[in-house]
Nanobody, 123 residues
Framework: QVQLVESGGGLVQAGGSLRLSCAAS????????MGWFRQAPGKEREFVAA????????YYADSVKGRFTISRDNAKNTVYLQMNSLKPEDTAVYYC????????????????WGQGTQVTVSS
């Protein structure tokens, strides 16, 4: 059974930074692409960033490009999301997920999800 556990969320002022972590267990982490999604109240879950199994390819939503960086450490079975220059509109629950394809940006392309971590950006 795959288990994904996010951490690192919290309350931060606009312009600040946070680093989210997602620890994976249950199957060979290094074989799968990983992604981060977010969901704000009353909105659908949206793609934020994705990284290939090797870390050699990354993809970002336009709304976070240049501010967020996704990375992974396969030795630690962990994927990260460094978030800089945070804005109030980044406020959401952030989820990490394990992909069923080499690279994926759609919710249906992921089969395992974490429980989420809250990020709140105050203005």
């Amino acid at each position: 059974q795959v288990q994904l556990v996010e951490s690192g969320g919290g309350l931060v002022q606009a312009g600040g930074s946070l680093r989210l972590s997602c620890a994976a267990s249950g199957r060979t982490f290094s074989s799968y692409a990983m992604g981060w999604f977010r969901q704000a109240p009353g909105k659908e879950r949206e793609f934020v960033a994705a990284i290939s199994w090797s870390g050699g390819s990354t993809y970002y939503a336009d709304s976070v490009k240049g501010r967020f960086t996704i990375s992974r450490d396969n030795a630690k079975n962990t994927v990260y999301l460094q978030m800089n220059s945070l804005k109030p509109e980044d406020t959401a629950v952030y989820y990490c997920a394990e992909a069923i394809r080499p690279i994926a940006t759609m919710v249906y392309e992921y089969d395992y999800w974490g429980q989420g971590t809250q990020v709140t950006v105050s203005s």
